[in-house]
């Protein structure tokens, strides 16, 4: 398959399309051609299949695609199929609606534990996952190696635990701080989760209609 | 100042730049290059150059931008100098999360109230805003005329929701129950947010890497 030079803006339209065939597979929808779901998805046919051409040959010419296998394989490109194991650190509301309501197992990840500095929540579990305390963090982490942490902490200590991280092997947040991070160990990636960027837009489009 | 055919992606891109310039304001940056703003956002100095254009002419050939004049200016162009009003419809873990954390006045939003179906949580506040009943919805709104809600209701409560508020005269929606929204009244915006979209981004990079 290949896959050079894929752009940041194909990367980001993936998840829609996975999200998408997901919900027409889930509807019992067999095919569906590239204009039907580029309809659907507000994007042109030729985009689709522009984007679906970065990583091999999708579909039959005249007959659309196969919703089940576009799905599994574009589950395949984002590793949905690779059961990354993940850890929640800080639970506050933000943490704890995340563990409560978040379906993980549907992205493929595996939450193993969440962590906190209070000991009102140490040892107490929600939605069945268990709740440690920040000073076991160290010890979990080299033991169970998760792939992925979920930065849900204050401001002031996003980057310090950032590098707390770091250090003990993880490779990928999932940022919901707020907080620009940086590292300058290879590999490390940052999924920044803006709030403020999703509402300044909506601002937008209500301001300029 | 000329408005026509701003795409999605140029719109997107508008809350980075102001938060970036908003930060290069705090820490007391007078003047900017495109290029040194472009490193700074892991853009090209031509990319700014271009999307900026599409709202008028900024900055000085040699000299750059000023940083304070652009902020303000992108800030106006994105509408947070009109003071929306809001409201959040639903307080479980995550409308809670936005009611004590989220700066809903650097957005320029004003959140007036919040609504929940539970009798245990009306007439309670959080964070000096108070909690109502989902009875008393119809009166705040007509009375209030709120800009925007924000969805936190469950997913099978969502379309009903977003209907009842639309009949309500509510025209923008910061939705963040998963559920695709549709309306056939005219100037409804939805702005999405799929958390699992930028969870599946993630799990792209850390698998392909």
Redesign the interface.
């Known amino acids: 398959m290949k896959?050079q030079n894929v752009s940041d803006?194909v990367?980001?339209r993936?998840?829609?399309y996975?999200?998408y065939l997901d919900?027409l597979h889930g509807k019992g929808i067999v095919r569906i051609s590239s204009s039907t779901l580029g309809e659907k998805m507000g994007i042109t046919a030729s985009q689709i299949r522009q984007d679906l051409s970065c990583f091999g040959e999708f579909g039959q010419q005249g007959y659309g695609y196969n919703v089940e296998e576009l799905r599994t394989e574009i589950g395949h490109?984002?590793?949905?199929d690779?059961h990354?194991r993940l850890i929640i650190v800080g639970v506050?509301?933000?943490g704890?609606?995340?563990m409560?309501?978040?379906?993980?197992h549907?992205?493929?990840?595996i939450l193993e534990a969440a962590f906190d500095v209070s000991p009102a929540l140490a040892g107490t579990q929600v939605a069945g996952i268990p709740i440690l305390d920040m000073a076991e963090l160290e010890r979990f982490v080299l033991e169970h190696r998760p792939?992925?942490a979920v930065l849900t902490v204050p401001h002031s200590a996003a980057q310090s635990t950032a590098d707390r991280l770091i250090d003990l092997g993880i490779?990928?947040?999932?940022n919901f701080t707020n907080v620009?991070l940086v590292s300058d160990v290879k590999?490390v990636?940052f999924?920044d989760?803006?709030?403020?960027?999703?509402?300044?837009?909506?601002?937008?489009?209500?301001?300029?209609?």
């Open positions: 896959r803006a990367i980001r993936l998840p829609r996975y999200r919900d490109i984002l590793g949905v690779h990354h506050g509301n933000l704890h609606a995340l409560q309501n978040f379906r993980f549907d992205a493929g990840f792939d992925v490779r990928g947040f999932w620009e590999n990636r999924e989760v803006h709030f403020a960027d999703s509402l300044l837009t909506l601002s937008y489009r209500i301001t300029r209609r």
